[in-house]
């Protein structure tokens, strides 16, 4: 089974639902993001969630009305709340109402900053999971040494547990996203393991690998096997398989390596004045080598798995980082990425497991946030 990649309607106005209350930096951190949104593409418009009283006067500040709607909520959901409680009680949230946009066909993805626990809980409950999903996953781009610059990983922490039907799993919804959203026909899956030989690993890794490797062949990708951390932003893969703890800490690790790269540049430019004037020669290298290493060009994961298109951007985000998960969203909700994913799962005759609430709550009580 084929999936095509180029056939996107472009002119089709795509809505993206926007929680605008879940972010570190606020309402007018989101809008500005909105605005830079609005600015590159003249096919988009915006559900925006929360207090009309402040999104208002903000939107109305950068003439953003004529692409925004305002629906006023008053509650949203804390950083430090309990996915569990969310559940039981947060149908009154930004957070909620922005989901159930995408759930009733108001809106084509949704985007949010707020708390990755409470938002795969209200995800999982409201659009449910694809038949023949076990565990959705968070797929997120790595900068990358690929001539696209990116990679695709997953999952990075939409649970700390994966099994080998989960594994995957992972594996054939990252193959999907590789081709609908990165334009590979082929993509190279890679497992994350410890080392590359075969008797390495956890029994549920040695088993996802012979598994992915049977599947290999009719899902249309390239499985390499085994990869290790340092391929992660290699030219050897184009999707890597792991499970959410393995994943979220990589993220978080990459993050933070490429803050400390950027600020120890800073530094080391400074120290002298020869220094200085070897900084302002290569200003130009320097600005495209901090833009190619900036965490905030490729924020925003993707919740793979779900009926329904769910963009988590990072909670301390700024415009620019808004931004590019806005953008990430419209991608995909206009390659109508999500319907070719739940073709991709029901052609591979998965059976899923129970979808109850109670399974909802076991599988986001132990998230990563």
């Known amino acids: 089974m084929t999936e095509p990649t180029q056939d996107h309607d472009k002119d089709r106005r795509v809505t993206i639902a926007v929680d605008a209350m879940g972010g570190d930096l606020g309402p007018a ?77 108001d809106a084509d993805a949704v985007v949010s900053c707020g708390n990755t626990g409470a938002l795969m809980a209200v995800s999982m409950l409201a659009l449910r999971k694809l038949p ?34 989960d594994l995957v799993q992972y594996a054939l919804m990252g193959a999907s996203y590789a081709r609908n959203g ?21 029994p ?23 990869v290790e951390g340092g391929d992660i932003p290699s030219n050897r893969v184009d999707v890597i398989v792991t499970d959410g703890f393995t994943g979220n ?25 020869l220094s200085r004037i070897a900084a302002l020669l290569a200003l130009t290298s320097l600005r495209r080598l901090s833009k190619r290493i900036d965490p905030r060009r490729v ?29 990430l969203a419209f991608r995909l909700a206009e390659s109508r990425f999500n319907d070719r994913l739940a073709a991709r799962v029901a052609s591979l005759d998965l059976s899923p497991q129970d979808s109850s609430e109670e399974q909802v709550e076991t599988a986001t009580s132990e998230q990563a946030t």
């Open 29 to 105: 951190a989101i809008v500005a993001g909105i605005s830079k949104s609005i600015a590159k593409n003249p096919n988009i418009a915006f559900l925006v969630f929360g207090p009309e009283s402040e999104l208002t006067p903000l939107i109305a500040k950068r003439k953003l009305a004529d692409r925004c709607e305002v629906r006023d909520v008053r509650e949203f959901v804390k950083m430090d709340d309990k996915p569990a409680h969310v559940m039981r009680h947060g149908k009154g949230t930004t957070m909620w109402a922005a989901v159930d946009a995408v759930k009733s066909g």
């Open 249 to 273: 800490v990589a993220l978080k690790t990459g993050e933070g390596t490429a803050r400390l790269i950027r600020e120890l540049l800073r530094e080391a430019f400074r120290a002298t004045p």
């Open 182 to 202: 990165l334009g590979l026909k082929r993509p190279r899956i890679g497992l994350l393991n410890v080392g590359t030989e075969e008797n390495k690993g956890r």
């Open 204 to 226: 549920e890794i040695r088993n996802a690998h012979d598994a992915i490797a049977r599947a290999a062949p009719d899902a249309e990708f390239e499985f390499v096997g085994f």
């Open 299 to 327: 924020n925003g994961g993707v919740f793979l798995g779900l009926n329904g298109t769910v963009v988590k951007s990072h909670g301390s985000a700024d415009a620019t980082g808004v931004s590019a998960a806005i953008k």
């Open 132 to 165: 023949g999903v076990d565990r959705p996953a968070i797929g997120i781009l790595w900068p990358s040494e690929n001539p696209g610059g990116f990679n695709v990983m997953l999952d990075v922490g939409a649970d700390v547990r994966a099994d080998t039907k």
